[in-house]
């Protein structure tokens, strides 16, 4: 099954669930010749890890199975299974798909596709926001969508561990507070001009710079300008310990 038949499968699997927004948020057909879109590897470079999406299973109770995601629609999170991928090295991405083209500079690979990762955010109550121009997220000072919250866990029993995901992320020479780093849905709105889901392409996941291919990004870039300084944290465990990504729609402030 193609990528696109396996987005489109799986969209029509949740519609019942969740009343045609998933089809309302489908890629939209392709933009006119000559007008520039997002970068979009060749078959035979990154996106040949790609693999088609899961189907989506009722684990009952709201709760929901997408490939290896565990949703839990009624706590308005979801769990990703994956490992620590990078460290030490200069970094653009919190996560990214196996074989993504930016895993070279990625904290997490994430035992997920795009299109998976999508419908979970879908499935918890996420709605990216439908004016954002994907065009101007390089120079945006801030990216508008839903806010989430990202924990990274590992170990088990009295040895598990859990951090928030900025604080997994940033090193003491990043020069940025922790607290301050933001995560908001975007939902890869260069989708929209590629006609099918650009993060199946590309495996981005969740970044922090800005890229319209990212499903979840850092509401203010972080690093940019300051190439190198983002290395992950040193409280992470090694290089290809496995680790689970929670991701959960942000509570409003009372």
Known sequence: MRRRDGLAAVAAAAASLLGGRVAAQSPAPPSPQGTPGPFVPPVDGAARARRAAGKLESLGQERYRIGAIVVDKRAGSFT??????KKNVPLEYLATSPGGMKEYETLFELDAVG????????????EADPNLPWRELRIARKVSGPRVTIDVAWGEGDQRQRLPAALALLNPEA????????????????????????????????????????IIEAAAPIGIGAYGSVRGSPRLPAVGTPIELVVAAARPAK
């Open 80 to 85: 990703v299974p994956g490992r620590v991928h």
């Open 115 to 126: 299109s998976e990762f999508n419908l979970a955010c879908i499935l918890i109550g996420l």
């Open 175 to 214: 020069g940025v507070a922790p607290e301050g780093v933001e995560w908001v849905y975007i939902g890869s709105p260069s989708s929209a001009a590629v006609g099918r889901f650009a993060a199946d392409d590309t495996g981005t996941l969740i970044g922090f710079v800005s890229d319209a291919n990212s």
